[in-house]
């Protein structure tokens, strides 16, 4: 079956630092996606990042970065000089046949 | 760019009440589209995925039921509310030249 799992329930930095959201996935699919979602207070699930499996490069929007590390099932998301907007649920996810599993998520906490 | 549109924002309805949830696509065709509902402080669950219109898989038995009377239309309905129905249902579509989006969300408290 395909998991994901985010092993940090909660963290918290200051603004302006660099904050590393971790996340593996267990699959034996060779072509799926990845994606991080971030959940603000107001609930709405906003699209952070996305990854192809079959890219090697790894793909980044703004201040947002993630590691892809395909052999290491592994997907971590960077966070560059945090906002206090970027506090929020992250959620890693898994895509592949129609099937979106998700991660339990990352509280994350941007102190001023 | 694709929009899914959700309604209504919030929804109090007493045990035992009909539901319908209505959720609308705009700006792509032929869309998958996705129903999910998040307990609090959780992650989602997926209850029911359309690949077409009238094709709907459920994938946890339950009180409700999903339909797709047009393409750009997935409807979420319960015949009769239980308590354990509440919380928040999101309408999500996945389009090949999208990707993967989520409407606002309904947040449902059955009384």
């Known amino acids: 079956a395909q998991t994901v799992t985010q092993s940090q329930p909660e963290m918290s930095v200051q603004e302006a630092e660099t904050v590393t959201l971790s996340c593996t996935y267990d699959?034996?699919?060779?072509?799926?996606?990845l994606f991080w979602y971030k959940q603000p207070p107001s609930r709405q699930m906003i699209l952070v990042i996305r990854?192809?499996?079959?890219k090697q490069q790894n793909a980044t929007e703004n201040r947002f970065s993630v590691n892809f590390q395909k052999a290491a099932k592994s997907f971590s998301l960077k966070i560059s000089d945090s906002q206090l907007g970027d506090t929020a649920m992250y959620f890693c996810?898994?895509?592949?046949?129609?099937?979106?599993?998700w991660g339990a998520g990352t509280k994350l906490i941007i102190k001023p | 760019s694709q929009t899914i549109h959700q309604w209504p924002a919030t929804l109090v309805q007493p045990v035992g009440s009909p539901l319908s949830l209505e959720c609308t696509v705009e700006?792509?065709?032929?869309?998958?589209l996705y129903w999910y509902r998040q307990a609090a402080g959780r992650g989602l669950q997926l209850l029911f995925y359309?690949?077409?219109?009238?094709?709907i898989s459920s994938e946890v038995p339950q009180n409700l039921s999903a339909s797709r009377p047009q393409d750009r239309q997935f409807i979420l309905s319960s015949k009769k509310l239980l308590l354990s129905d509440s919380g928040f249902y999101l309408c999500?579509?996945?389009?090949?030249?999208?990707?993967?989006?989520f409407g606002s969300g309904t947040r449902l408290t059955v009384v």
């Open positions: 996810a898994f895509y592949s046949n129609y099937q979106l599993i």
């Open positions: 999500a579509g996945d389009s090949p030249n999208y990707g993967y989006t």
């Open positions: 359309s690949v077409g219109i009238g094709q």
């Open positions: 700006g792509t065709s032929n869309p998958n």
């Open positions: 990854q192809e499996a079959y």
């Open positions: 699959t034996s699919e060779n072509n799926y996606y």
